[in-house]
């Protein structure tokens, strides 16, 4: 984590304990009224968990399996932003996200996805991508460029804030070789020809990206069932698929 962030995120902290300090917080505070209380104030937004934080008399609150707040043991506030502990310079929120943002690869239905096989493919990748999305072409022109001994699933992911990346989705998914199409467009621009109405698994791509929280692209899903966000660097890449 850079240390800039870290600086801004101090502020956070400032609030957080001036926070805890005004809660006087009563060891036996019932977590489930906290939950109930945040439940209607919150309206439309589902309470996954609320645990005590790090910080005596301030809560974490999970939304959904996608958001960390705080609040105080009388859910009268609510916090945004990251906690840091500043002994070692990282975030709390950062690393309570990442635990949250699991699944177990194994049961992802990769029948639904475009199949990679570099290597002897022992290490497993799967990628939500969109055609369209600038970042998943520098993941797949940089970051997963040279990395061998892996299978990688593509589970297409056309946002709708890109008009044609379902077209296009669809018509790679509909050819011949689906990862020689997903491939030369990827690096080449290059759409394959042929009809686009064959049938796809878009649609449950998109259900299923969203049960796993997965709200942009590219996401990446390792195969110890971590899912992390954007076009990581490769060395980030090849930590991961080694489990570290």
Known sequence: MKL????KSL????MVALTACSAQADSKTDVKQIRQKLASTLQGREITAV?????KGVYEVVIANRQIVYTDAQANF???GDMVDVAKKESVTERRMA???????????????????RGNGARKLAVFSDPDCPFC???EQESLKGIDNVTIYTFLFPLNIHP???RKSKLIWCADDKAAAWSNFMNNGKLPEGKADCANPIEKNLALGESLGVTGTPALVFGN??????AIPRQQIEQLLDGK
């Open 4 to 7: 800039t962030r870290i600086t």
């Open 11 to 14: 502020a956070v902290i400032g």
């Open 51 to 55: 645990n005590p934080s790090p910080i």
């Open 78 to 80: 609510v916090i945004v």
């Open 99 to 117: 635990e949250l943002m699991k699944t177990d690869f194994s049961k992802l239905p990769m029948d639904q996805a475009i199949k990679e096989v």
């Open 137 to 139: 072409k520098r993941l």
């Open 164 to 166: 044609d990346a379902e």
């Open 225 to 230: 069932g971590r899912i992390v966000s954007g």
